[in-house]
């Protein structure tokens, strides 16, 4: 477990100094092909570092943080723009937050909306159902989803004596607690630490009416803002000199699920460092073909025919979940990452009673 930690210390050391390389870049060299020239390096090393670490947490997070979202915020930032070049004044501070965090900051926030879990904000035109206000309901409700992570936690501790269906759906659920918590966690030190007014991470994707809904407004929103102003928005740019702007969006979204199913498949290497069996990016490339028909019927029927609310959350989240099952999670299981994560859970306990015991001694 120290040695572990060891390693972590010393890759997230190497990202700290590349940030802060490319920062200073950033002050001096124009952006364009000059400034992506000098960030290429970076980039690189941010899609080697995580493979020096072997746990399923901290390699699973830091190749989230900076091989996928690091990169891609980079990358952005060599042509000007993303969240990187959103403020040319920004300190280096948040230049370091912003590149290597899975985070987002609110425009023009009002100081009254701050709020340590991030998900409390004016929430932007096309996502009026985010809470605007502080409010102690937030602060519930992640207690009971930290409450319901630990006790998932205990659950699958007995997973050899459960039905392997009903595991399957734990994992679905372990899965997005596990996910919301720790960017709970990191929005909270984000605003701690700089006081950033943070975007939300999720928008209770269970109440999802349509797949449209559940991947542009409710699941993971930093990542889809980031693959918005990465893929989506150049594809729909060159789709629509090729094929009008009516259609543009298909290949458009298309491209961005094929390029999420890709480093989804990435981050499962990292985690698992087995080969690739490509379910993953089928797992995305059907739901990116799906939304595509989904946009062409809702052209065609212009709003004219809709399913009772019920029902499409009902559908929604049902595909979602099975698609999970017979795409998402096999690859997951197979290199046992979630055995991993278990004994990785056990001996971070361990290593706290020591720490404690220690202390006690003293």
Request: positive net charge; aromatic residues 14%.
């Amino acid at each position: 477990m120290e040695g572990e930690f060891g390693s972590f210390i010393k890759v997230w050391t190497s990202v700290f100094v590349c940030i802060f390389y490319c920062y200073s870049i950033g002050k001096i060299v124009p952006k364009g092909t000059t400034r992506l020239v000098s960030a290429l390096p970076v980039v690189c090393l941010f899609f080697y570092l995580p493979l020096n670490l072997s746990s399923i947490h901290l390699g699973g997070g830091t190749s989230f943080f900076i091989s996928w979202l690091g990169s891609f915020k980079l990358l952005l930032f060599a042509f000007g723009k993303g969240p990187l070049a959103s403020d040319p004044s920004i300190s280096i501070g948040r230049f370091l937050a912003i590149a290597c965090l899975p985070i987002e900051i609110q425009e023009n926030p009002s100081p009254s909306k701050s709020h340590l879990n991030g998900q409390n904000r004016k929430s932007p035109p096309q996502n009026p159902q985010i809470e605007t206000n502080p409010s102690p309901k937030n602060t519930i409700h992640i207690v009971i989803k930290g409450f319901l992570l630990a006790i998932l936690i205990g659950v699958l501790n007995y997973s050899q004596q459960i039905h392997p269906k009903l595991i399957l759906v734990l994992h679905c659920l372990y899965i997005y607690l596990l996910l919301e918590t720790q960017l709970i966690i990191v929005a909270a030190l984000a605003w701690g630490l700089l006081g950033l007014d943070l975007k939300p991470h999720f928008n209770e994707p269970y109440l999802s009416t349509s797949l449209q809904n559940f991947w542009g407004r409710r699941w993971n929103l930093v990542v889809t803002s980031i693959l918005r102003q990465s893929v989506y928005e150049p594809t729909l740019n060159f789709s629509t000199c090729v094929i009008g702007r009516r259609w543009a969006s298909l290949p458009a979204v298309f491209a961005s699920f094929l390029v999420s199913g890709l480093m989804h498949e990435l981050i499962y290497y990292y985690m698992g460092r087995v080969r690739p069996t490509w379910e993953v990016t089928w797992f995305f490339v059907l739901h990116g073909f799906c939304l595509m028909v989904e946009i062409v019927l809702k052209k065609a029927l212009r709003g004219g025919c809709r399913l009772p609310r019920l029902i499409s959350v009902v559908l929604t989240v049902g595909f979602v979940v099975a698609t999970c099952f017979r795409l998402f999670f096999p690859q997951f299981l197979r290199c046992k990452a979630d055995v991993r994560m278990l004994q990785e859970y056990r001996a971070f306990v361990l290593f706290l009673k020591n720490v404690v015991g220690l202390f006690s001694y003293k």
